[in-house]
């Protein structure tokens, strides 16, 4: 009688046990996503949206986790050095994988340590300045640095990010010389905008809720496009300069992912970003609506390296790469 | 006697953090700082790495000069060191934490955690060893179930165990 | 007369069961997770930001302040009881709040902290609401040149904390300035002392190195330090009946040092770009240097606790106004409860004050309303942490130790921080044992980088020139108050060697 109880429980404990091994598929557990940035921030916040969305169509937990640190260079770091079984992805921006190691070496192959899964969105930057500024257009400040030189100083959210790169194109396009005064994110550049400390900022995409509630003024857009968000904003395009840097926001995961696990994480990404709740994020968070899933993203990657490389050579920023894309 | 010894602790730290910053000035700040020298040092990221090193050369500088010509009477006598019972302790406890890391890496969680605990409590040879694995023991699973369900911190699984 | 609109507006917005629930809950996390050491109030609301993405905006918001108080008070209950603070904010808290616990007095430090927090916390949330425009316009004057000198000033503070041995308490000042260092440069983001790891690319983090400094340091000395008898408990017994009260004769004359430091600790709250970790450091300091009794600060004054705690709680309030009144988050917390807003469709500014004023008069209402729920939970949290003190320390502090490695690992599930935390305690055991003052070390941690990017930023701006420190009011005002105070350390420095 004894025995039988226990052999009993035991099966049934077995049980318990054999359906999840034999009918495991991939999502089985949590996947974690790194996320390059502090929280609150629109790459952060995007990103939890984004998965939330993907845990309704998966059906499983993707638990966001902050590596912010090194401009997203920590967090990169990190997931190069994870397994590429699909349960660990970060949620970063593609100057991981171009700007910033051409300019400073990093740990990982920019284009050899992952596997591009999706990106959703491009991210905008603009030239702003304070509302009552005396600059009511882009020319009207080129002409003034050109009459006064080492005069104009810009604020920017970091050294050698892509506003901060666009900038300097200017600079070299029109013919004069501006000066760059690096911040702690635009968010503090463009504090120091409102406090008229400096005259112009060049910002990352959260300059537009500010111009909308009428605290800065846009001079133009660093796009050859004209903002949905900002349609009476000129373009740098317009207005004759050529600043082709773009800034996706994109997901990663290790390299090596195997092929199916890479297709089922691809299609949620397309689908979640297709929902109302990421829309709405996406237009809120002033960013442009992009669909790039893993060879259209790769492929991007690999004509930007070499691209960005010359643009930042021509710049003179650099020499050459700091590190070598594989 | 003992006072004298005291005063030659002083100094003796304050001739090492001297050695110290001299270290950053001239080997680390040079050559561990990727960038070339700016023309106006104020601009450059070795300004404050330097600044500070010779403060802390100025500062040991005058502590040294404080603590030779200092009068006897006004020594606070104060213990600012410790048995030696004591220090073995810290030190048992520093190897512990050593020890601790290395198998949370390589035995994950619970493992690490819960010989770990019952080591230190013996260090402190306070609880019987029926106190002591069961406090370990519930201490380590309450702290597992906390962070994994509530915090949503997932500890990874030992390097060895995968 | 729109105000008052607003005002019952927003009334009838906050006061549902929901929003009620939503601070409770958020309070009680929050007093949880500060408790613990190894976590702090930001994990906490990183914690809750999900979670608010499903709520009604205002609960949401709640939930999230609510764990913001809550947490620092956590934190304080930390620092007094075992001497290790949660979060910088109460780092100085230890100072006064830990010996009063060794005299058998926890409860009433405990008692003196609440109320001082609570009062700072209505004075800031009055301030917030009354004049939260104009102050955020004052705050904007703050530049790169205003932030310098600011910071130039408060490292005169250093002074104030150092210990008996004032220069000792500079040469540990000024290594974590040095410390700071490590990591990408500010400006123009070359490595600085990083020898190729990559994780140090950012710095040293310093929740790894708070825990280690602090926590990790004070777990070794009590764990080398055996007692036997009636110090073998975690907390010693009250005396006297008096001791686990605060009576109106001793809180009455620390209302001007509460009074100054919900002072200090809004303004501080107000620039962006500060953090909140020095306000209790900042109130602390100037307490003590107006104090009709400094000496007895560092050993259980009650004046200490209200300064630190003043500074850390009115800081909170004061965060919120640069957020709501310009859309600019004034420290970390308030950056991710921005997230929040955005999420929901809200974006902080004046324009969310134009379109929807009663939402944030609910806030405000909503702040108070956290006042008083947590004034009563705390009391009910002490009734708690009093069965602690039945617990032998040497149990107590193997547990603490657990909980500071995966606190700090929890941060960013990384080892590296871990062997940070470690590293540092053996660093803060040695430093301490040697006679060095550890919270120097961190003020200055805490305040380089700031205060580094400001002044190259400046000299930036001026192209080099260092008269633009002269050619601004404020900065001027912060380069002469810096001078008279140094002027009055040295002075004070002089009378207690000649004694």
């Known amino acids: ?326 | 006697m003992k006072l004298k010894s005291n005063k030659t602790k002083e100094i003796a730290i304050c001739l090492s953090l001297i050695l110290f910053s001299l270290f950053v000035i001239f080997y680390l700040s040079p050559f561990h700082i990727e960038a070339e020298k700016a023309e106006i040092l104020a601009l450059s990221p070795r300004l404050f790495p330097e600044l500070a090193s010779w403060l802390i050369a100025f500062l040991s500088t005058v502590l040294i000069l404080i603590t030779i010509l200092e009068d006897e009477r006004n020594r606070h006598p104060k213990k600012t060191f410790n048995t030696f019972a004591e220090e073995m302790t810290v030190l048992a406890a520093s190897a512990i934490s050593i020890f601790f890391i290395v198998s949370f890496i390589l035995l994950g969680f619970i493992p690490a955690t819960f010989v770990s605990l019952v080591l230190l409590n013996l260090t402190q040879g306070k609880l019987g060893i029926i106190k002591n694995l069961g406090i370990s023991m519930i201490t380590t699973l309450s702290v597992y179930l906390f962070f994994h369900y509530v915090m949503e911190v997932f500890f990874p699984v030992g390097e060895l165990l995968k | 007369m729109i105000m008052l609109e607003n005002l019952i507006g927003g009334l009838s917005l906050i006061l549902t069961w929901q929003n009620l629930l939503a601070i409770t809950a958020g309070s009680t996390l929050g007093l949880i997770v500060g408790t613990i050491p190894g976590l702090s109030a930001t994990m906490a609301v990183a914690l809750l930001l999900p979670l608010t993405f499903d709520m009604e905006f205002v609960t949401g918001i709640m939930l999230m302040v609510g764990a913001y108080k809550g947490g620092i008070f956590g934190g304080s209950i930390l620092a007094i009881l075992l001497k290790t603070p949660g979060s910088p904010a109460s780092a100085c808290t230890v100072f006064d709040g830990y010996p009063l616990t060794r005299q058998g007095k926890a409860v009433k430090a405990l008692k003196m902290a609440k109320y001082s927090s609570v009062t700072a916390d209505i004075f800031s949330d009055i301030v917030l609401i009354s004049c939260a425009a104009p102050l955020a316009a004052i705050a904007l004057r703050f530049g790169p040149p205003e932030i310098a000198m600011l910071i130039f000033f408060s490292l005169t503070i250093v002074a104030g904390v150092a210990g008996d041995s004032i220069i000792k308490g500079l040469i540990s000042g000024v290594l974590g300035i040095l410390l700071a260092t490590i990591g990408l440069d500010p400006i123009i983001a070359v490595r600085r002392f990083t020898f190729d790891v990559p994780n140090l690319d950012s710095g040293l983090s310093l929740v790894p190195l708070l825990i280690g400094l602090f926590v990790l340091s004070e777990v070794f000395v009590q764990l080398g330090n055996k007692k036997n008898g009636a110090d073998e408990f975690t907390i010693p017994k009250a005396r006297k009946p008096e001791d686990n009260r605060v009576s109106w004769q001793e809180f009455k004359p620390t209302l001007k040092t509460i009074f100054r430091g919900s002072f200090i600790g809004t303004a501080i709250g107000i620039i962006p770009g500060i953090g909140t970790g020095i306000a209790s450091f900042m109130s602390y300091g100037q307490a003590k240097r107006s104090s009709r009794e400094p000496d007895k600060f560092g050993k259980g004054s009650l004046e200490g606790i209200a300064a630190s705690e003043a500074g850390n709680s009115s800081v909170v309030g004061a965060t919120f106004i640069p957020l709501l009144a310009l859309g600019i988050p004034g420290d970390i917390i308030t950056a991710i409860i921005m997230g929040a807003f955005m999420i929901q469709g809200l974006i902080p500014g004046p324009m969310l004050f134009a379109e929807h004023a009663s939402l944030i008069y609910a806030i405000f209402i909503g702040f108070f309303i956290c006042d008083i729920v947590y004034f009563i939970l705390g009391a009910i949290f002490m009734k708690y942490a009093g069965l602690l003190s039945h617990v032998p320390r040497s149990v107590m502090f193997p547990i603490v130790w657990i909980f500071c490695v995966i606190g700090t690992f929890s941060l960013r599930t990384s080892f590296f921080d871990i062997g940070v935390m470690f590293a540092f305690g053996i660093v803060g055991y040695y430093l301490q044992k040697l006679g060095f003052a550890l919270a120097p070390l961190l003020i200055a941690f805490i305040l380089t980088p700031i205060g580094e990017s400001a002044f190259r930023q400046t000299l930036l701006m001026s192209d080099g020139n260092l008269w633009i420190f002269l050619s601004r009011p404020i900065s001027v005002v912060f380069l002469l108050m810096t001078f008279i105070t140094v002027i009055g350390i040295v002075r004070s420095y002089r009378k207690t060697r000649l004694r």
């Open chain 1, 1 to 326: 009688m004894k025995y039988f109880k226990t052999l009993l429980c035991s099966l049934l404990a077995f049980a318990f046990f054999i359906p999840t091994s034999v009918l495991a598929e991939y999502p089985e557990k949590p996947i974690s996503m790194y996320i390059a940035f502090g929280a609150g921030g629109s790459t952060d916040s995007m990103a939890r949206i984004i998965s939330k969305e993907i845990k309704k169509i998966l059906k499983q937990q993707v638990v966001p986790i902050n590596l912010p640190g090194g401009g997203g260079t920590v967090c990169m770091t990190r997931l190069a050095g994870e397994k590429a079984d699909g349960y660990v992805i970060a949620a970063a921006l593609t100057a991981q994988l171009n700007r910033i190691p051409i300019q400073r070496k990093t740990a990982y192959k920019p284009l050899a340590s992952f596997t591009p899964i999706y990106a959703y969105a491009a991210a905008p930057a603009g030239i702003v300045t304070y509302k009552d500024s005396r600059f009511n257009t882009l020319k009207e400040m080129i002409d003034f640095g050109k009459k006064n030189p080492g005069k104009l100083k810009y604020g920017v959210g970091g050294a050698g990010t892509t506003p901060d790169v666009s900038m300097r194109l200017i600079e070299m396009q029109a013919g004069f010389n501006w000066i760059s005064i690096p911040f702690k994110g635009s968010m503090e550049a463009l504090t120091a905008l409102m406090g008229k400390h400096v005259d112009v900022v060049a910002s990352g995409p959260k300059f537009v809720s500010m111009h909308l509630s009428g605290q800065v003024r846009t001079l133009a857009v660093l796009n050859d496009e004209r903002l949905s968000s900002l349609p009476d904003v000129p373009t740098t395009g317009e207005q004759g300069f050529n600043v082709p840097l773009k800034t996706y926001f994109a997901f990663y995961a290790p390299a090596g992912l195997p092929a199916d696990r890479l297709a089922i994480l691809e299609n949620a990404f397309a689908e979640a970003v297709k929902s109302q709740k990421v829309k709405e994020a996406i237009d809120k968070f002033a960013m442009a609506p992009v669909d790039m899933n893993s060879s259209r993203l790769s492929q991007y990657l690999e004509k930007a390296w070499p691209e960005e490389e010359q643009i930042l050579k021509d710049l003179g920023i650099i020499k050459k790469a700091a590190t070598s894309p594989r």
